[in-house]
């Protein structure tokens, strides 16, 4: 049966390239077991067809996508498409217990969507526990016309950032979750490889032959579990293109900044002599204690065709990245880059706002339970929320909340996530670090509902509360204009005069500056159920997340329809 299947997607993937119109795209994902070796050791990791990582979905824009996913794992998992729109397709969004409940171990869900209005690179991840860590792969959305609003490039190169836990991850990460503690990654990747700055990993490299003048356009992914990373290729620069797949003003830098998430697409020319340059990611991280930073680089080496050994004698050049706790640098990146007016699927900013959110971001603790043991900060367990609400999934409620929501089922979420802090106080003072009456938030389940196609702004305020970090906030279902960003409060009569309503970023993840704010607007028009919470998975663990309930429009074309039958039971 399941050798059927896999040659029916061999024949709908021969089918769908040789077709110009729309076309479908239909992919047998095997999620199983397989044994690689990395930083010195054999391990176990969870994998998809046998790849790590995963394999590439590649689509025109305006193709439907029908992917049959298998767990032969031993774990529960579901798959988010992140950054895909799911027009009137929130059931196959994929968030355990947001969206549908988990494909059991033996199990299989089909995944069925379309990907319209938008190109460029996306990526697909488990989204139950943190089987993510290994199960995640790009997907790359080509126009439907075959123009891009820059020159054709050369060639296209997929480029996935990951980061890497020596162990078993999800083992790793309930005892995380036990001693209330943070365990830090021990490795960074480029297409899963560590690189040769690691032990045992000389031939763990990854690397790239290209032609010297020749522009290849790097599809970058961040899939890093816990980490918001800084990139960089020795001796180049390269233009950014697009961010989240959406088309930006061309941006030329010597530096990529990209936080767990995010995706983008640079171009990069092979402009310099024929030799070795080695590309490089570390992590940009701030307000960590030393021992919970991984301060380690990975790299990968550029080689240029035709470059002999014997007549140049330097070693690789390698780049210097900055320091792991440079926001200089990360802010100019991320508040320097604009929106491509008038490209392909732009949309321009909703001017009239019906809904004003202002959300503290905070990390935070929990009391550890009685008779248990926590290694976190004053013996207790971290914990993270918005507002002073720290999500809770409803796990064993028999249904997910989109479920819930579909069906008028009571008792596993309310509405009232809060437009407003409970308090106000001094958020970014470094002194209200551990002040005990901020620092507890109760947990619950507290979702926000929005009416069809009402336009919706938060700002997102960063508080000190244990310690101010970089938080990337990723939205399910939509993309966001980023308006404005700075550090300290947010000041609503002085800031709203900096928002950008004319060429603002678009994106589904947006980083909130350390101690400080970032103003977003959206249009709430895709009917359903949005996860919308912090991209760093221990934060999301912790408690960073809510979900936003967009209602149906007025008509059976602007609603959701009924869930799919093979929607998996809890
Ligand atoms: C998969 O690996 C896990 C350990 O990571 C092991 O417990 C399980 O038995 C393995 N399952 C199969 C089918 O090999
Ligand atoms: C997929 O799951 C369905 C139940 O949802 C089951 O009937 C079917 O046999 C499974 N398919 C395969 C190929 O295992
Ligand atoms: C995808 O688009 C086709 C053609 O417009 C439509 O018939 C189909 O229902 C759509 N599928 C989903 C899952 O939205
Ligand atoms: C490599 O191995 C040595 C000796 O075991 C150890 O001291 C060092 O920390 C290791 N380096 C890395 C990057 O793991
Ligand atoms: C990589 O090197 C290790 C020894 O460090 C060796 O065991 C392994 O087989 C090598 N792998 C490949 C693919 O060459
Ligand atoms: C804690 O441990 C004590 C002594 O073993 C036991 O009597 C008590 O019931 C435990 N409390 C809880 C809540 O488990
Ligand atoms: C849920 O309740 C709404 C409003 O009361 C109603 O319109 C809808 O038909 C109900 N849905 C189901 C599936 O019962
Ligand atoms: C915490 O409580 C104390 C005493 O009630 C108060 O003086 C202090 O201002 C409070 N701190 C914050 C940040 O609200
Ligand atoms: C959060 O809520 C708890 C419980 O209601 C309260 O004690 C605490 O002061 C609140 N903290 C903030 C920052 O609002
Ligand atoms: C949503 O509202 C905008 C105006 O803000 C309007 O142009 C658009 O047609 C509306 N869309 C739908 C589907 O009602
Ligand atoms: C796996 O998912 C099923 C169905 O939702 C649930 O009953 C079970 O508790 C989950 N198992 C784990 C280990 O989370
Ligand atoms: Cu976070």
Redesign the pocket.
């Known amino acids: 049966m399941k050798i059927l299947m896999l040659w029916l997607t061999w024949v709908a993937v021969i089918l769908s390239t040789s077709m110009a119109s729309?076309a479908t795209v239909e992919r047998t994902f095997m999620v199983q077991n397989k044994t690689i070796t990395r930083l010195c050791h054999k391990q176990i990791i969870v994998a998809v067809n046998g790849l790590f990582p995963g394999p590439k979905l590649e689509v025109n824009e305006g193709d439907?996508v029908i992917v049959h996913v298998f767990n032969d794992s031993p774990y529960n998992l579901t798959i988010h498409w992140h950054g895909v729109f799911q027009?009137?397709?929130a059931w196959?969004d994929g968030p355990e217990y947001i969206t549908q409940c988990s494909i059991r171990p033996g199990h299989n869900y089909t995944y069925?969507?379309?990907v319209t209005q938008q190109e460029g690179t996306l990526w697909w991840h488990a989204h139950a526990s943190v089987i993510r860590a290994t199960v995640h792969g790009a997907i790359i959305i080509h126009p439907r016309s075959g123009q891009f609003p820059f020159p054709k490039p050369y060639k296209e190169v997929p480029i996935i950032l990951g980061d890497w836990y020596d162990g078993n991850v999800e083992e790793i990460v309930k005892k995380e979750l036990e001693t209330g503690d943070k365990i830090p990654s021990d490795a960074f990747t480029i297409n899963g490889l560590p690189g040769d700055l690691f032990n045992c990993s000389k031939n763990q490299t990854f690397k790239l032959k290209v032609k010297q003048g020749k522009t290849y356009l790097f599809r970058m992914v961040n899939a890093a579990l816990n980490n918001n990373l800084f990139f960089k290729i020795a001796n180049h620069k390269f233009t950014v293109v697009a961010m989240d797949a959406a088309y930006t003003d061309h941006y030329i830098s010597d530096i990529l900044v990209i936080a767990a998430g995010q995706s983008a697409d640079i171009l990069f020319t092979a402009d310099q002599p024929k030799g070795l340059y080695y590309m490089a990611a570390s992590p940009y991280i701030v307000g960590e204690p030393e021992p919970l930073i991984d301060k380690t680089t990975t790299r990968g080496l550029v080689v240029y065709e035709g470059y002999k050994k014997s007549t140049i004698k330097h070693k690789p050049l390698m780049p210097i990245l900055p320091f792991h706790d440079n926001t200089p640098i990360a802010h100019k990146f991320f508040s320097s880059i604009t929106s491509l007016v008038g490209a392909p699927y732009w949309v321009p900013v909703p001017l009239d706002v019906d809904e004003h959110l202002y959300i503290t971001i905070s990390i935070g603790l929990q009391p550890c339970p009685i008779n248990a043991t926590c290694t976190g900060p004053l013996k207790q367990k971290f914990s993270a929320n918005m507002n002073n609400e720290s999500f809770l999934l409803p796990i064993g409620k028999g249904f997910s909340i989109m479920e819930a929501y579909f069906y008028n089922v009571s008792g596993l979420y309310t509405t009232d996530f809060p437009y407003y802090p409970p308090k106000t106080f001094d958020f970014t003072n470094p002194k209200i670090f551990l002040d005990a009456n901020v620092t507890f938030a109760p947990k619950s389940t507290k979702v926000m509902k929005f009416k069809f196609n009402s336009t919706v702004e938060i700002v997102f305020q960063n508080t000190a509360i244990l310690n101010a970090q970089s938080h990337p906030m990723h939205l399910h279902g939509l993309n966001v204009h980023v308006l404005a960003q700075g550090f300290g409060i947010f000041d609503s009569t002085k800031d709203k005069l900096k928002y950008n309503l004319v060429n603002p970023l678009i994106r589904n993840t947006v980083p909130v500056p350390v101690g400080g704010w970032v103003a977003i607007r959206f249009q709430a028009n895709n009917p359903g159920v949005w996860f919308m919470h912090c991209h760093v998975d221990d934060h999301n663990l912790w408690g960073l997340v809510t979900a936003f309930i967009i209602e149906n429009g007025p008509t059976p074309s602007t609603s959701l329809g009924p869930p799919p039958a093979d929607l998996p039971k809890c």
């Open positions: 729309a439907s027009l009137f397709s196959a069925k969507f379309n």
